[in-house]
């Protein structure tokens, strides 16, 4: 399967966090790997995105949208940092 | 570095189309006027909305081929869209959008794959800025219609007149596929340092020295910046091409953290 990566996912994350999440580095609760959002593996389908990381595969995040929701899952990281300013 | 870099706000705008010219055979340059756009650096992209009569929206993500501020309450933005077969939005783009259709425009997006000029001043780093500051070379590489964002970045690079080493390889099918190469030929005799290598992978002009072929891991070492100057690289194209080509960087000493890609999928 093609996986584009987590900057392609800008567009659809700004529709819900106040910051640019793609520069955020956040820690894979997998391996522990710490790494820019930008730089995670993403895997789209009709059925919704998955977002994997880059060093151990393991599911970082998902997005499922419908037209009047969208359910956002953080499963696999365990903490986000993010610049301030 | 990244967390240091400025980027606007992004948000929906509506937007007018300008001007829709052929850019290649496949492609076409299309010139949007969008409304409270806050401006953007070079590198970023956007999302395209397209609205059915019916009220069925697709959305589509594009990397801009312009940068800069704002300039008023509408500000000229340009992007290069090449027609995806059986795609959902592009061959509307290409093929029928003109002069005064509407859209809606999601941006600027991504702050990631992005480059700056330095600042003013700040060609020689002070010797205690530690090695964010050191000013490193750029190497851009970029697969068919991935070179759009370095178009931005190049025209930056030209515009502030900076003095970074900059080189783009630039793998094509055929030279009628190269995008913007007037551009590309005025950024080349510009004095901001800027190098192009063409790498065709169909059809060669005449008097080529190597016959067309997908780049090589040998071509790509011959013409990129070695590892041992340590280049920012920004890698553009399909997720084959963007794969193939950041495998071999590793392989060639690169360190991944140097390495920034973006996939646009496809084949």
Redesign the interface.
Known sequence: MQHLDGNALAGALAEFFSFDVTTAVARCNGCGAIDEFARALVFTSPAGTVVRCPSCDHVLATLVESDDRAWLGFSGVSAIEVRRG | M??RLT?PR?GWHPATVAANTPETGSAARLELDVEGWPGNAAGQ???VRLTAPDGYTA?R?YSIASSGPATGDVTRVVLAVDRVPDGEVSPFLVDVAMAGDRLEV??P?????VWQPQPAGAAEPAADAGVDATVRPVQLIAGGSGVVPFVAMAQAHADADDATPFRLLYSVRTPADVFFAAEFERLVAASAPFRLDLVYTREAPAGWPTPPARITREALAEAVLPASDVPLIYVCGS??FVERVAAWLIELGHDARSI???????T
Do not use: K, Q
Request: glycine letters at 24%.
């Open positions: 990244i967390g980027v992004s992209h956007l999302d959305t993500s999601h941006g997006l991504g702050a990631f794959f997720t084959g920034r890609t973006e996939r646009f999928g496809g």
